[in-house]
């Protein structure tokens, strides 16, 4: 059965840690949407590789209209988090109990939504300290898999990992 995964994202992300699990769901038969401030904008990737479309404004979703949600890294995720419609879209999701997924600098949004204590996580290098000080138990490994329901990874090399792990617990569910 096809997922509907939400993916917040804006200029500056991590290339790759979009664009390669964006394929991977949808090669897989999942719907992947965009959102931003503004549907109909165009971000582009930090490296200047990617340019995504966004399908869908944050005003104009709800989370309960999503299966999962993906947090890719670089500067997006930081960004987003200071614009309170972005981190209490991460909350409810959280607190949905969904499938997340969130790679290199994504996990900053769910610190700021409060949703890592106890959590088994990894991240970036540069952001562990700020998992560990939110509560989450931090392992440096490729991929790290908490109760079937988050799925985080630490850098680009770690996405064949991180995509097999996601799809793995979206096709899994129903």
């Known amino acids: 059965m096809s997922k509907k995964v939400a993916v917040l994202i804006t200029d500056e992300f991590e290339d790759s840690e979009f664009t390669s699990p964006a394929q991977a769901y949808t090669q897989a038969g999942h719907q992947v949407v965009t959102i931003d401030v503004q549907a109909g904008k165009t971000v582009t990737g930090k490296q200047g590789e990617a340019q995504v479309k966004i399908d869908k404004g944050i005003d104009d979703v709800d989370p309960a209209e999503f299966d999962a949600l ?8 930081d960004s987003l ?3 309170d419609r972005f981190v ?3 909350k409810t999701f959280v607190a949905s109990g969904k499938p997340i997924f969130a790679i290199c600098h994504g996990p900053q949004l769910l610190i700021s939504a409060n949703g890592v204590r ?5 991240c970036v290098k540069a952001i562990a300290i700020d998992l560990k000080n939110a509560g989450a138990d931090f392992y440096d490994k490729e991929v790290v898999v908490d109760d079937d329901k988050l ?4 850098t680009p090399d770690d996405l064949p990992a991180f995509n097999r792990e996601s799809l793995r617990i979206l096709n899994a569910t129903t």
């Open 70 to 77: 993906l947090l890719p890294g670089g500067h997006s995720p």
């Open 81 to 83: 988090r200071g614009d």
């Open 88 to 90: 209490n879209f991460t």
């Open 118 to 122: 106890g959590r088994k996580m990894t």
């Open 151 to 154: 799925v985080t990874s630490r």
